[in-house]
């Protein structure tokens, strides 16, 4: 008992929210907020998931990353959100003995991994757009070539940069209860603690944000500079600027909803890290609504792309406005000729204004 008495001394600095009291206030509301994006974010993602998978016509590489990411959306649905909900109740405590630590191992390890996954696949959408839009005839980066080659890369990627969390979480006990908490012994705890959140930092959220913006900054100039073929006139000049504006604007929301939804998080584990009196003078109700931001952007990426993305706007409504799935699939098949024929046939300022419109919202 005195050895682990020692190893939980040790980490008592980072685990002092299990002493602090959260009131019945702070627990509704965020059992409340967390059950709204739990909802959001399971219907969201397997809408999304069912419209790419039923539907030939949805299924190019930039959807099937999609896939990718929501179902990293529904592990953190699964894994995280009720985790959280658990710990304004609970916080610390858990199971003890042998199930007990491989469970506090591995629940955390999911939904690690699965925050993890969610990011490399927006990464890996952006540089496909980027690719498609500016340098289509180029050869592309071997992630970039095979839906196979993209979700193999996103998940093992995933594993790696999150597999410490297979070593750092164990289960300790004093003479009250069970714990599930972050320890790197033999290492010093709050040294390896920092470092680890350093990679993090700048793996999965510097560097991302970094290459999404690029990406889609570099798409969004050469949208905007783009010539339209044809006749010019001023209803194709009026046409060809809304959808510019259109585009652009989808293309900041991604950008700034990723930021938004990853910032207050990464400040929490900065402040608990490095300053941690600051940190724990915060009410828990700042904190774990910081928390619930980073959780909300699994419910909120995929709704922005049914809301804002004509193509899955469409889809759905072929597949919800069909009595079957099979009906959906036979639509989705003759209606992806007949348009084919459709295009051929048109002529003149209409086919450039359509194709400009179709190209601007396929960018994103």
Not at 178 to 193: E, G
Request: charged share 10%; glycine share 4%.
């Amino acid at each position: 008992m005195s050895q682990v008495n020692v190893t939980l001394s040790r980490v008592e600095n980072l685990t002092a929210l299990s002493g602090i009291k959260i009131d019945t206030t702070t627990k509704v509301t965020i059992t409340v907020a967390y059950g709204i994006v739990f909802l959001a974010a399971l219907l969201g993602n397997i809408v999304v998931i069912c419209l790419v998978l039923k539907l030939p016509s949805m299924r190019s590489l930039t959807n099937m990353l999609l896939v990718n990411m929501c179902v990293a959306n529904l592990l953190v649905t699964l894994f995280a959100m009720p985790y959280s909900i658990l710990y304004v109740f609970l916080q610390y405590r858990w199971l003890s003995g042998h199930l007990g630590n491989v469970t506090c191992k591995l629940a955390h390890f999911s939904y690690a991994l699965s925050i993890a996954a969610s990011i490399f696949a927006l990464l890996l959408i952006s540089l496909d757009r980027y690719y498609a839009v500016l340098h289509p005839f180029k050869r592309r980066p071997l992630l970039l070539r095979s839906t196979r080659c993209a979700s193999l890369g996103i998940w093992i990627l995933s594993c790696i940069f999150m597999s410490p969390y297979l070593f750092q979480f164990r289960v300790i006990q004093d003479s009250f209860a069970s714990y599930c908490i972050i320890s790197w012994s033999p290492l010093d705890n709050v040294t390896a603690s920092q470092i680890y959140y350093i990679i993090v930092f700048v793996s999965l959220y510097s560097l991302p944000l970094t290459g999404i913006g690029l990406a889609y900054s570099l798409i969004g100039k050469n949208l905007w500079h783009r010539k339209i073929p044809g006749q010019q006139t001023i209803s194709n000049r009026r046409v060809a600027e809304r959808s510019k504006r259109k585009v652009v604007r989808m293309l900041i929301v991604v950008v700034v909803v990723f930021a938004v939804c990853w910032i207050p998080a990464h400040l929490m584990h900065f402040l608990s890290y490095f300053q941690k009196e600051t940190y724990f003078s915060l009410p828990p109700l700042i904190l774990l609504l910081f928390y619930w931001c980073c959780h909300a952007n699994s419910a909120i990426s995929p709704w922005l792309f049914l809301i804002m993305h004509h193509n899955f706007r469409q889809g759905a409504r072929r597949l919800f406005k069909r009595p079957s799935w099979q009906a959906s699939l036979q639509h989705s098949s003759s209606t992806h000729i007949a348009r084919g024929h459709s295009l051929m046939s048109r002529q003149g300022t209409v086919m450039a204004n359509r194709k400009q419109v179709d190209n601007a919202n396929e960018a994103v």
